[in-house]
């Protein structure tokens, strides 16, 4: 009998009840106990949810983060937390977000370095580590949720831990020393941890090490073979878990490892899973994940069967079936989707259907498929109808892309001679300030937006509301004195969404929310066909707040490729092709918004990193087409007209060739988390254009001083010339709150202010 499973399931609840409980707390709202008991009752519900499986998760739920939870689990919390009064869930989030609930300002810390997780749109905590770090095991949050489930009735559970080859793997040397090197001393800590889940009824615990589909240098490899050598004393059976790609050289490898299973990503690499039938060892269980655990479209149960019944045949009982990786990046729950397009809806499969799709799978490799006939025809024709569908294929959309020439791609003079014109054009001072485009999303705003999407007032009513959040926004700035304005991004749900809802080829869900990091949940809009622009989508707002203001005022666009990466993406053409085709949409309103006076254009692309492959062999046939999308949107304009892009935790050093390439006169970056870190890159490579690192981290409720500013830029004005500086916050200020926002932008100001003064 093959066995069904899950590697992890969404952790925010339903209706988002984690993140209304983490900020209740944060703001001193709800007690410790409560925020506790209101994450059991998530827990609680996500077991249930997955009681028809052979085995279910534990330990995949998290507070904020899983790799700062392994953190925790590991002893390994920056010296900065230690000996700060407060519980253990303060110094957490202390660590996560700089503060905990009720911290004075002495309590104020460093948060810890946020970047993405593999190549999704999830942020995690990154563990530091220096030549002297030690590692103690502090088991309680797995024990405990261990214990929850068995009284929750779940009579398999499988603990859930990131493997410690992994962990190393996603830390951050703090000094010169290698982090591979402390692989000897961490090793007894996991043994602990994995006798003290087998003392508490584990029989199998899922062992996650992503890094293995990633290139590995020989001693990354060799350092499997020492922790798994050294594990397989240990009691539970291990499920060595790989995801987001394929294991290529480390295949060979990833089958012989001294553990009980291995699961691979059959969707991303299907043609892999026949090699690994034949070259694993008998002894060992396969998991193949046959369901997609990072899109939301239906999975195409007669095909997978087609190439999965052959291999079941070959493995019998050896055979596990479950979701490629976690559900955590997946929505929670299609049936709350009461007022989507029926048709669309029919195509998709949130996490609790993409269960019932393994659950069909698992009956018809176990009964045969006449035994979920039902079920399969309902599928194929949901397959057949979307692929069908005249709603997916526009051949105008089609055409256009083909008629792309390289001309689209240039601007019209190289950024040197740009850069003199808009100097006189826009008459800025030395380390002009500016922000990254939004200002706090308030109560006020929110409610506007909900009423006119329940039609409780009239589209003038809410332009009129929008408009004077719009000059709020235009007015404090001017106050503050910052010399290029936005217009705060009122109007705007989601940076992506908002474009979505115009584009044709879009649709969007309700409650579709996933998370991004802590309680930051984002709602992917679907994207389901050719896309086209049927009209302008910013410019009478951009206009509005320019008529407001004699000072400069920045379009705020999100550019292609960020568009993409943060869609749920069609899966029946090249995302290059459909990049392409979001390219030329955001190429119109650019060069709308230049006709409209706006001299300015900020094209956010925040996420261009995160869609690199995890193999660096394949990055750039993908930097290739992002930079090239990047350019057809941009540079249909006059070099009078100044473009800037954004970019947010990312760690880009490695691919700066392909950022110049994409010639924004000016890019603004995250670096105030990093120290100005990630500006190393700059002393060996000449960076040709403007840039603004950020010196505000607007993750963190914390406000630094104009000395920390100053500081941040000094370094930064070490590595790129002064004259090509800029000063601005690390990312958009949507989710702070104005009495935040506005004394960390007096600083910012007073801070650009000293730096021109010498």
């Known amino acids: 009998m093959a066995l069904i499973h899950n590697l992890g399931f969404p952790r925010i609840g339903a209706k988002r009840e984690l993140k209304f409980a983490q900020e209740a707390f944060w703001k001193g709202q709800s007690s410790e106990t409560e925020l506790l008991a209101n994450a059991k009752e998530i827990r609680t519900g996500n077991w249930k949810a997955q009681q028809s499986l052979d085995y279910v998760p534990v330990g995949d739920f998290s507070l904020y983060d899983q790799v700062l939870d392994m953190s925790v689990t590991l002893g390994n919390l920056p010296e900065r937390v230690q000996g700060l009064t407060g519980s253990e869930l303060d110094n957490y989030f202390r660590v996560a977000r700089g503060r905990s609930t009720n911290d004075s300002d002495c309590h104020c810390v460093h948060a810890g370095e946020m970047t993405k997780w593999f190549d999704t749109n999830y942020h995690y905590i990154v563990p530091e580590v220096t030549a002297t770090t030690s590692f103690s095991l502090n088991a309680q949050r797995l024990l405990k949720q261990l214990e929850e489930a068995r009284r ?135 998991s193949i994940g046959a369901i997609d655990g990072r899109n939301i479209w239906k999975s195409d149960l007669t095909a997978i069967l087609d190439w999965l019944e052959p291999l079941a045949e070959k493995l019998g009982e050896r055979l596990w079936i479950a979701p490629s990786c976690s559900l955590l990046h997946v929505p929670v729950d299609l049936d709350s989707e009461e007022q989507l397009d029926e048709d669309i809806r029919s195509w998709l499969a949130f996490a609790k259907q993409k269960l019932s799709e393994l659950t069909v799978l698992g009956k018809a ?250 193999r660096q062999s394949e990055w750039q046939a993908y930097l290739d087409w992002a930079v090239e999308s990047f350019r057809i949107s941009a540079n249909g304009v006059s070099d009078e007209t100044q473009i800037h892009t954004h ?58 001083t104009v000395e920390q500013m100053v500081n941040l830029m000094e370094k930064a004005a070490k590595r790129i010339p002064a004259e090509r500086l800029w000063v601005n916050p690390d990312c958009g200020l949507k989710t702070r709150q104005w009495q935040e926002v506005i004394p960390a932008l007096q600083t910012m100001v007073e801070a650009a202010k000293r730096l021109r003064q010498g």
């Open 152 to 286: 929750a009735g779940v009579s398999n559970p499988k603990p859930v831990i990131i493997g410690p080859v992994t962990y190393l793997w996603l830390c951050k040397e703090k000094d010169d020393s290698s982090r591979l090197n402390l692989l000897e001393q961490l090793l007894p800590v996991y043994s602990e941890l994995l006798e003290q889940l087998a003392d508490a009824g584990a029989e199998w615990v899922q062992m996650d090490e992503p890094v293995l589909v990633t290139e590995l240098t020989n001693e990354w490899k060799q350092a499997f073979e020492n922790a798994y050598h050294t594990l397989k004393a240990d009691r539970p059976k291990l499920l060595l878990a790989t995801y987001f790609g394929t294991l290529q050289d480390n295949l060979q490898q990833a089958c012989n490892l001294p553990v009980a299973g291995l699961h691979i990503d059959a969707v991303r690499g299907r043609e892999e899973a026949a090699k690994v039938v034949d070259w694993l060892p008998a002894h060992k269980i396969l």
């Open 365 to 614: 490799i176990n009964e045969g498929r006449d035994a979920v006939a039902l079920q399969l025809q309902a599928n194929k024709l949901a397959i057949d109808s979307r692929r069908q569908s005249a709603r997916v294929h526009n051949p105008a959309v089609k055409e256009a892309v083909n008629n792309i020439t390289a001309a689209y791609g240039q601007r019209q003079s190289a950024y040197a001679e740009r850069a003199k014109k808009q100097r006189v054009n826009l008459h800025l001072p030395a380390f002009p300030t500016t922000t990254i485009g939004s200002f706090p999303q308030t109560q006020d705003i929110r409610k506007t937006r909900l009423a006119f999407k329940k039609q409780a007032i009239s589209a003038d009513e809410y332009s009129a509301r929008m408009k004077a959040e719009i000059e709020h926004a235009v007015r404090e700035q001017e106050k503050l004195d910052i010399d290029v304005l936005v217009h705060g991004e009122a109007e705007r749900n989601d940076m992506v969404e908002y474009f979505g809802e115009q584009l044709e080829g879009y649709v969007f869900s309700q409650f579709g929310w996933v998370q991004s990091y802590g309680s930051r949940c984002v709602k992917p809009p679907i994207l389901f066909g050719d896309i086209s622009r049927p009209h302008a989508m910013t410019v009478n707002w951009i206009q509005y707040a320019q008529s407001l203001t004699d000072k400069p005022m920045k379009g705020m666009l999100t550019g292609p490729v960020t568009i993409l990466n943060w869609s749920f993406v069609r899966d029946d053409q090249p995302r290059s092709e459909t990049c392409k085709q979001l390219a030329l949409a955001i190429r119109q309103e650019v060069q709308d918004l230049e006709a409209a006076g706006v001299n300015i254009i900020q094209i956010d692309e925040a996420a261009l990193r995160e869609g690199l492959p995890l």
């Open 647 to 704: 970019m947010c935790y990312s760690e880009f050093n490695d691919i700066i060739e392909s950022i110049a390439q994409m010639d924004a006169d000016v890019i603004t970056i995250e670096t105030s988390r990093s120290d100005m870190e990630l500006l190393d890159v700059f002393e060996e490579f000449e960076y040709p254009n403007e840039i603004g690192p950020g010196v505000y981290d607007i993750h963190s409720p914390n406000i630094p």
